[in-house]
């Protein structure tokens, strides 16, 4: 089964459409850094709620009309106006999360049905839920690769499954040396990431990555391209 996937630069194409009118034009994504789901799109409104960001769940979000370029959210304008305020010049808290899913009577992501209905089991699991682990793409773009014996480029984009709308691979920008390459990662061949020192390492020689599959910006990523890269890597197929 072949999975729709777009960069986050190219999904900054389409206008993203309420029930009843256009939101605006997606900025950037929050992804959660240990699952590297998509939590949150930030909206620019341009005109319609001037000098404002609102945020998208992908729980919200319906079809993408490729002929019209709009991504259909199912939501109303009036719903999502009337959201709180969001600035993006500060990490997103937890408590700007909760008042988010409150506003649209959701229950959060952090709560299991579990704890959602029959409240917490532990101290230590109230502490885990009010970590939020979110990662915006604009902050983490540019973080440079580092393979076991050295420096191999840095992250350009990611490339996003919309039926999961979870980050599936991250795209890399090699150095000059390698005539500008780019090269596609997925988050689970990570070993680290050093989010004060913005590095990203992997468990891999440079010449394994630099002999990697090509990735040219915007190719449709098929299944066939999937098991080349895999194969490439050594590693297992997570559609299996």
Do not use: C
């Not at 630069?9 to 256009?22: I, N, P, V, Y």
């Not at 789901?37 to 319906?62: C, D, F, M, N, S």
């Not at 066939?224 to 997570?238: K, W």
């Amino acid at each position: 089964m072949l999975h729709i996937m777009r960069r986050i630069q190219d999904l900054k194409s389409f206008t993203l459409h309420a029930k009843d009118g256009d939101v605006g034009r997606l900025r950037e994504v929050y992804f959660d850094d240990s699952s590297w789901k998509i939590r949150y799109l930030v909206v620019e409104t341009g005109h319609w709620l001037v000098g404002r960001q609102v945020l998208i769940t992908p729980e919200a979000l319906g079809a993408i009309h490729e002929e019209k370029w709009t991504l259909q959210v199912e939501l109303t304008r009036e719903q999502i106006e009337a959201s709180p305020p969001l600035s993006v010049k500060q990490p997103l808290s937890r408590q700007q999360e909760e008042e988010y899913h409150r506003h649209y009577s959701w229950l959060p992501y952090w709560r299991s049905s579990l704890l959602g209905y029959l409240g917490w089991d532990s101290e230590n699991q109230r502490e885990k839920a009010e970590d939020p682990h979110l990662r915006s793409s604009a902050e983490v773009t540019g973080y440079r690769i580092e393979a076991r014996d050295g420096e191999v480029g840095y992250v350009e984009d990611f490339v996003i499954d919309e039926k999961d709308w979870v980050v599936r691979y991250l795209e890399i920008s090699t150095h000059r040396g390698w005539f500008g390459k780019k090269i596609l990662l997925a988050p689970t061949w990570i070993e680290q990431v050093d989010w004060e020192d913005r590095k990203v390492r992997v468990e891999l020689l440079r010449e394994v990555i630099r002999s990697a599959p090509e990735y040219e910006e915007g190719q449709l990523i098929g299944r066939d391209y999937e098991i080349s890269l895999y194969s490439h890597y050594g590693r297992n197929q997570y559609w299996e």
